[in-house]
């Protein structure tokens, strides 16, 4: 009798947990509390494998955000997931092809790409002069390590692609592309411009662990740039003695 309870208590145990395996992702994010600024549309698949619709931040909106999760790395106490989002042939539309792999040694992005169109992010910073811009953000991450004393280690590059910018005076400029590379300071992401483009951008940008970003750098126009480039410089400050006008936001 006492032999028959315990295995009617292991299969009941076992259903549950095949249930729970086994549960439309749809039942998994009743539990995961989003920020107000995310919302999702229908959402089709389990946890093992699955898709949003549409998921939309602000001004951003990923198209067919798809998972999968990898049963054989949970043996392996780890949580390894690819994500996938967009077409790269839709440049107007956010685009990510992620693999992220999760275990005791922190947080490992490798061979993962995001571009996002430049329009769509210039709300979400405040910049110091008040500007317009297009094109496409890229960038492309060979290997990313966040544990929990920060940035551990971070190889790749971002790109601004088919740069455009509109200042204050109205006229589009073409910039064509603006080149950075990524690594890690000081436990935090950090973005270092290739000054050799026609603004002379030449910017350090970091994000802490709240999520705020911070640019310290300076600008330096083009001499044959219009000259309502130059004009629009007075939004900016003054420019020091070898004409570059500081940027710090």
């Not at 939309?56 to 999760?69: A, G, I, K, P």
């Not at 590379?181 to 030449?202: E, I, K, Y």
Request: proline fraction near 7%.
């Amino acid at each position: 009798m006492l032999k028959s309870l315990k295995l009617i208590f292991i299969g009941l145990v076992s259903y549950l947990v095949f249930m729970l395996l086994l549960a439309p992702a749809s039942f998994w994010l009743r539990w995961v509390e989003l920020p107000p600024a995310v919302q999702l549309g229908p959402v089709t698949g389990s946890i093992w494998q699955g898709e949003i619709s549409q998921l939309r931040y602000q001004q951003l909106s990923f198209e067919r955000v798809r998972w999968q999760l990898s049963g054989w790395a949970l043996w392996r106490g780890q949580l390894k997931l690819q994500l996938h989002s967009g077409s790269l042939q839709q440049t107007a539309l956010p685009y990510v092809q992620a693999n992220i792999r999760y275990g005791l040694s922190g947080v490992t992005l490798t061979d993962s790409l995001l571009r996002l169109p430049v329009n769509s992010l210039v709300p979400l910073l405040q910049l110091p002069l008040p500007v317009a811009a297009a094109g496409e953000l890229v960038v492309d991450i060979q290997r990313f390590v966040q544990q929990d004393n920060g940035c551990a280690e971070l190889q790749g590059a971002a790109s601004w692609n088919n740069a455009q910018l509109q200042p204050p005076t109205g006229t589009w400029l073409q910039l064509e592309a603006i080149h950075a590379r990524l690594s890690c300071q000081q436990g935090q992401p950090l973005l270092v411009t290739d000054p050799a483009n026609p603004l002379g951008l030449a910017i350090d940008a970091t994000v802490n662990t709240a999520g705020v970003l911070s640019v310290d750098g300076t600008l330096q126009p083009a001499a044959n740039l219009p000259a309502e480039v130059h004009q629009a410089m007075q939004f900016v400050g003054q420019p020091d003695a070898n004409g570059r006008y500081r940027i710090r936001f």
